[in-house]
Nanobody, 119 residues
Framework: QVQLVESGGGLVQVGGSLRLSCAAS?????????VGWFRRAPGKEREFVAA????????RYADSAKGRFTISRDNAKNTVALHMNSLEPEDTAVYYC???????????WGQGTQVTVSS
């Protein structure tokens, strides 16, 4: 069983920055584990934001996140961060951390953290 706890959300003005953190516990991650960030805006479907592989640190981003967001991992601390810059009102959403233990399907999800960007 994996427990995920997100933190770092809040209210920020347009153009501002936030750093989200996901703390994982309950299981040791392997080389093929992928940790991702997703978000759900009001009235919209949940969407992928960014992901990082636990072993090699490979990253991928949604087009909306490229150039503005950076995902990073700290294997020693079992945490994954999402650094968000140049935030826009469209980034307002609940952000969720998720883990795919063996790649592919995301098996575990956190409770989410609210990010609100005001114009």
């Amino acid at each position: 069983q994996v427990q995920l706890v997100e933190s770092g959300g809040g209210l920020v003005q347009v153009g501002g920055s936030l750093r989200l953190s996901c703390a994982a516990s309950g299981r040791t991650f392997g080389t093929y584990t992928t940790v991702g960030w997703f978000r759900r805006a009001p009235g919209k479907e949940r969407e992928f934001v960014a992901a990082v592989t636990w072993g090699g640190g490979s990253t991928r981003y949604a087009d909306s996140a490229k150039g503005r967001f950076t995902i990073s991992r700290d294997n020693a601390k079992n945490t994954v961060a999402l650094h968000m810059n140049s935030l826009e009102p469209e980034d307002t959403a609940v952000y969720y951390c998720a883990v795919a233990l063996f790649g592919g399907v995301y098996n575990y999800w956190g409770q989410g953290t609210q990010v609100t960007v005001s114009s």
